[in-house]
Structures are given as C-alpha cells and as structure tokens.
C-alpha cells in the first residue's frame, strides 16, 4: 500500500483545516521612521513603500493600523541634531518622545505604542551607546541613560519599550527604572539576540546613521547559537516580558530554540534588508511578491516566533482580509 500524504492537500478546503500555522494581523507590528523637522514623508530610497514619516502622517499611520488590526507599532524617529551622548533620545521635546505622545494621544489604548530603546539614531558618531575616553561604547554609563531614555518613553505614552542596543544588564536597568517611576505597567520588549547583521543596510539609510565601522563589540556574532540562549536567559531574568530575535529569516533556528527554551512570548523582526531583498526582486518580475512575502512570514511564526516585527504588517493584513 502506497502512503499518500497528498490525501490531504486536494482542495483548499482540506488545506486550510490541516495548516499547522497560521498568520493574523494581530500578531504583526509596523515599524515607522518619524523625521523632525520634515513637512512631507520622504520615501527611502532602499526599502519601496517605506517612507520617513512628519508627524501628522505617523497618525494617520497608526490609525491605518488600528483599522488593520495590528498589534502595534514600532517607532524610530530621525532628529535633526545629534550629539555624542543622543541628548535627543532622553529630551521630553525630542521627535522619537514627541511623536509617541502624540500617536499615543490619538490611538490610545487600540493599538500598542512601541518604542526603540535605543541612542544609536541620536548619537553623532551613531553607536548604540556612550563612548568612553578611548572612544569604545562604554556598557555600564550606557545603561544610566538607558534607564532615563525607557521613562522618557513611558512618560511619552509608549505601552512597550524595546531595548536595542545589547548593552550587558540593559533589561534589569530598565525595568527597575521604569518599576521606580510608577510604570510598572509598561512592557519590556527585549532584544534579546540581535545579531551584527548586514541586513540592516537599508534601516542605516532609514534612520540616516551616521555609523562608521559596525556594532561587532556588542551585537552578537552570526555564527553563534548557544550564546543567543544566554542573551535570552539573561533578558528573562532580568524581567524581560517578551524576547526577539533579529533578523529573523537567516535566523529562524534561534527563534525556534528561543521558543523552546523559554515560556515568555518570542519576537522575531524581519529586518529592513530582508523586506528590501523581496521588493527588488519583485520589482524585478523575478518573485511574486506577495507570495513571497507571506511565505517569509509564515516560516517566521512555523519556527516559533509568537509576534512578528515587519515592514509588511499592512500588507499582509489586506492579504489576509
Ligand atoms: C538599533 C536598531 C537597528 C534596527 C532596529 N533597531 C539598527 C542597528 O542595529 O544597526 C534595524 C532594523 C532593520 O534593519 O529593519 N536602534
């Protein structure tokens, strides 16, 4: 007798009722790039669709997502000024906490206001932290500004704050800052394996980072597994609520080793380089790119990941409609 597996893939009807994983738009969170200073939103050149928000557009942003049913968005804001502590960051005035008070004025509570915890769009020489004398990024007067940076956003209205920057203790720091300041509430979102990826590329063009050099000394090495579980140990530990991982395609077997390991919620965020691979080849008639996308999607949940970071999220919510 002849096993047939195919039995149950003749009709979509049948398809559906075995699918083993499904995406849903409330699972997906939208991340926006929010420009001081900027009267219309300027496309980005590198990820099509994409644009640098002002600050009535990231409104309507958000309501298309509320409308959407998306979990949330993700913002990152672009200053016109920087300095080398990312003074911007932490100022009440600055276009990232400005911006998440105004979103969070009009969205409320429908739609999960999230924050990047994080000084590199701030700072001039564009690393995630302070540097010391010798000019390396000095973890532990990081963390102080940190801590100030996670109550500026909660002050701000942000419901999820999500730190970056892969300084060692950055999630205990936080949560006891955000604990001390009555935000209790507040939720950490931590990225807890976030790899020195070239997959950034596009975000770079994004967030205009003036980085020279990479983030080698603090995020973490591509070829390593078992050091992401220990990033992700010491993150729930620390109180992290929810933990990331990213990039997530060229990553799915740390989400899905994540997933194992813990029992908080795992993230994975499908990066600017991976949304930008999709739309090139698709311009290019090479991918059919809806397909693509909801396929790269889909791996991403199979694996493990619980919520999803993506450039697609109002997309692939029309998609599934
Ligand atoms: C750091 C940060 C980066 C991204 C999200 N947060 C850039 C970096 O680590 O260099 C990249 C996101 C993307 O590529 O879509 N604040």
Request: net charge negative.
């Amino acid at each position: 007798m002849i096993e047939r597996p195919r039995r149950l893939r003749q009709s979509p009807v049948i398809r559906a009722m075995v699918a083993e994983t499904r995406l849903h738009p409330s699972q997906l969170v939208l991340p926006v790039f929010v420009a001081e200073g900027a009267h219309e939103p300027r496309p980005i050149t590198s990820m099509p669709g994409v644009v640098q928000h002002t600050l009535t557009s990231i409104v309507d942003q958000a309501h298309r997502a509320v409308e959407a049913g998306l979990a949330g968005i993700m913002v990152f804001g672009v200053p016109e000024t920087k300095d080398a502590r990312g003074s911007g960051a932490t100022e009440p005035g600055g276009i990232l906490n400005v911006a998440l008070r105004e979103v969070r004025d009009k969205v409320g509570d429908d739609l999960l206001v999230m924050a990047d915890t994080c000084l590199d769009e701030f700072t001039d020489h564009g690393h995630c932290g302070v540097l010391d004398a010798q000019g390396r990024v000095d973890n532990d007067a990081t963390l102080a500004v940190y801590a100030q940076l996670a109550v500026a956003q909660a002050r701000a209205g942000a419901h999820v704050v999500g730190p970056s920057g892969m300084m060692d203790g950055q999630v205990g720091v936080i949560r006891a800052a955000l604990d001390a300041a009555g935000f209790e509430e507040v939720v950490v979102l931590a990225y807890a394996a976030k790899y020195a990826s070239a997959f950034y590329g596009p975000f770079r063009e994004a967030v205009q980072s003036s980085l020279r050099g990479d983030r080698r000394t603090y995020q973490q090495d591509p070829a390593n597994i078992r050091e992401a579980l220990r990033e992700i140990d010491l993150d729930v530990a620390q109180g992290a609520d929810l933990v990331m991982v990213k990039p997530a395609m060229s990553y799915l077997d740390v989400v899905a080793a994540a997933a194992e390991r813990t029992t908080v919620p795992v993230a994975a965020y499908q990066v600017s380089g991976e949304y930008a691979m999709i739309e090139a080849a698709a311009a290019q008639g090479w991918i059919d790119r809806e397909r693509a996308a909801r396929e790269s999607l889909l791996s991403i949940r199979r694996a493990g990941a619980q919520v999803i970071l993506t450039y697609y999220a109002l997309d692939a919510a029309e998609w599934l409609g």
